[in-house]
């Protein structure tokens, strides 16, 4: 069974009423002191004087829990955490080593596996995935001319998005729910144009939708069928009772006042032990393992598949594919869970679109495509690999 969620800027886990603004880089919030914990990491590498001396304090966010989600379980976190060579990672997976495409202003590297290609760049948490922007945990690292990232990359990003198979679902038997977001007295954000409310447009992108993919072999159910609001666990119990295998909630987005924020998002949750690409203001426990991070790979890989089919079709501008703890929708979901915000009511070129009810059959049609088996995607783009940069830089 899957479910598909949209996002707002009102935040999934707020209750009734209130935008609240969600700008471009939302920086942390400021815990203050006595709530920091620095912990010393050692950088591990297979240089025994470079691991002695490549050292750095991160802080560690404990926090009272987020005012409407509390945490199940917390992970101690371990002693140590790992930064591993991206090219020696690279020669065990048997993928090519990463090559410099550009050092100016900073060094981007490629990474490219069959028909993946991946961009990284020093210093910056910002990746590109197949052409679509990808968020990381942790900013990749030069050291002694070797790009280091840190293992929880790796493993919840790299690995499912370039080595491992893609995600695909069964030809028969396929549950999916989708979540068209607020509903009744919570009517989300409103349309800069007319005032009209977002949940009106979440739920004829979910009925629009349900008819498409019910034609390919699915299954599918609504967590709401008409105007009415629909808690955030009785949201979460639903794909659990109708045994969904994804999950899709959806949303429509808001920067008020601002009116020129624009763009597709998409949103996963964060694996635990990083830092979330955005927070809200909520609390951010690193070490908080929910239900849903036993999907981390499959989120990962759920997400940039459609966010990558409903760029394609939209045009719109590509705000990434992004991590969040504090979406009570996604938190215990046992199933792939994402969460969509299809664009910004705050923008009036944006909200003119998304209130043109063919916009919202293109993006149910690509939500469509994306559904089907994966043999049967096409990708608009071939893949271009940027040549390697003429510089006297050493590639690695």
Request: hydrophobic share 40%.
């Amino acid at each position: 069974m899957l479910i598909f969620l949209a996002g707002c800027a009102t935040p999934p886990d707020a209750g009734v009423g209130g935008v609240v603004e969600a700008p471009d880089k939302t920086p942390p919030p400021n815990w203050g002191e006595s709530n920091v914990v620095h912990k010393t990491i050692v950088v591990q590498t297979n240089l025994p004087a470079l691991a002695s001396a490549k050292t750095k304090a991160v802080p560690l966010l404990h926090s009272n829990p987020p005012p409407v989600v509390r945490a199940t379980n917390v992970f101690k976190p371990e002693p140590v955490a790992t930064w591993t060579s991206l090219a020696r990672w690279a020669a065990e997976h048997k993928i090519e080593k990463p090559r410099l495409v550009y050092n100016s202003p900073v060094s981007t590297y490629a990474l490219v596996a069959g028909k993946n290609l991946m961009t990284l760049t020093i210093g910056s948490h910002e990746a590109t995935w197949n052409g679509i922007e990808i968020n990381l945990g942790f900013e990749p690292e030069m050291i002694d001319g070797e790009i280091f990232l840190h293992h929880l990359d790796l493993q919840k990003n790299l690995t499912p998005l370039l080595y491992e198979p893609p995600l695909n679902f069964s030809a028969t038997n396929r549950v999916l729910v989708l979540d068209p977001g607020h509903g009744g007295m919570n009517g989300g954000t409103v349309s800069v144009l007319d005032k009209r409310p977002e949940k009106e447009f979440t739920l004829d992108l979910a009925r629009r939708i349900k008819s498409l993919v019910e034609t390919n072999g699915w299954t599918v159910f609504l967590t709401r069928t008409n105007d009415y609001d629909v808690a955030l666990s009785n949201r979460v119990n639903f794909a659990e009772a109708h045994h969904a295998d994804c999950f899709i909630s959806l949303h429509f987005n808001s920067s008020a006042p601002d009116k020129k924020q624009a763009g597709l998002e998409t949103y996963c949750l964060t694996p635990t032990g990083m830092p979330s690409t955005l927070t809200r203001g909520f609390a951010d426990p690193w070490f908080e393992n929910l239900p849903n991070n036993n999907f981390d790979a499959q989120n990962i890989q759920f997400a940039t598949r459609l966010h990558k089919a409903v760029l394609n079709a939209s045009g719109e501008e590509d705000r990434g594919v992004r991590r969040a703890r504090f979406l009570g929708v996604l938190r215990g979901q046992k199933r792939p869970a994402i969460l969509i915000e299809g664009g910004y009511l705050s923008n009036p070129t944006e909200a003119a679109k998304i209130e043109n009810p063919a916009f919202r059959q293109k993006l149910a049609e690509a939500i469509a495509r994306a559904l089907a088996p994966v043999q049967e995607i096409r990708i608009q783009k071939p893949i271009a690999v940027p040549p390697p940069a003429q510089t006297n830089a050493i590639t690695q």
